[in-house]
């Protein structure tokens, strides 16, 4: 089945310490996007790629990196700059980028800091 | 894009309609209403999208008022599985696709 997986599912992370949040897609989708979801509250668009080698900062990039050097992943590194990430982050892809298209959305990693 | 304003939480009974409401006055002409659902801890799920016109599919029927100022997402036989977190969005697409996710609406379905 097609998809979008994200590993681990929940991630530690001592003080200090960077971590990277795995996004993998199989639907052949052109646009991946990280969000950053706290309790009770919306999504807040972290970064976004529209194709292979190049991305763009969304709302609240700062604390964040992403790489792009492939088509079906598109990992997201939490650094230690973050200072508040326990969150729960989901990872998104679309088609392409040309409008309407809908986002599909793996089941989330939930980071927490010891 | 424009802003969105939704309930913050609405109760409907098994195998009722649930009709989840939406206000976007400040929406402009090249504007979508999408409609995605959050069940606990999961991803989003995509239900319906649509720009004037009435739209409808296996999950859902959207009504868009004339005036594209207000949207109703109808559930017509609402589940115990559906419930979960309703967001209405509105967005423009293109180049600069994006999606601004607010607090949405939770449905509880209650049996």
């Known amino acids: 089945d097609g998809g979008i997986t994200q590993s681990p599912k929940y991630l530690f992370r001592k003080e200090g310490q960077n971590v990277t949040l795995s996004c993998e897609q199989n639907?052949?989708?052109?646009?991946m996007y990280w969000y950053r979801q706290d309790p009770g509250q919306g999504l807040r668009l972290i970064y976004y790629?529209?194709?292979?080698?190049?991305?763009q900062k969304g709302d609240i990039a700062e604390g964040y990196s992403v790489s792009r050097e492939k088509k079906e992943s598109f990992p997201l590194t939490v650094t230690s700059a973050q200072k508040n990430p326990t969150a729960f982050y989901l990872c998104?892809?679309?088609?392409?980028?040309?409008?309407?298209?809908?986002?599909?959305f793996g089941p989330g990693t939930r980071l927490l800091v010891l | 894009d424009a802003k969105t304003t939704q309930p913050t939480s609405m109760d409907c009974a098994e195998g009722r309609a649930a009709n989840l409401p939406c206000n976007h006055s400040?929406?402009?002409?090249?504007?979508?209403v999408y409609w995605y659902r959050q069940i606990h801890s999961q991803g989003p799920q995509y239900i319906i999208h649509?720009?004037?016109n009435n739209e409808t599919n296996e999950m859902a029927s959207l009504i868009i008022t004339e005036d594209r100022k207000s949207s109703t997402l109808i559930l017509p036989h609402a589940t115990l599985r559906d419930t979960a977190v309703y967001y209405c969005?509105?967005?423009?697409?293109?180049?600069?696709?994006?999606?601004?996710f607010g607090k949405g609406t939770l449905l509880t379905v209650n049996p």
């Open positions: 998104a892809s679309t088609r392409g980028l040309a409008g309407i298209e809908t986002q599909y």
């Open positions: 639907l052949n989708h052109d646009a």
């Open positions: 790629s529209q194709i292979v080698n190049d991305f």
């Open positions: 400040t929406i402009s002409g090249n504007e979508y």
């Open positions: 649509g720009l004037k």
């Open positions: 969005i509105v967005s423009k697409g293109g180049s600069n696709y994006k999606l601004t």
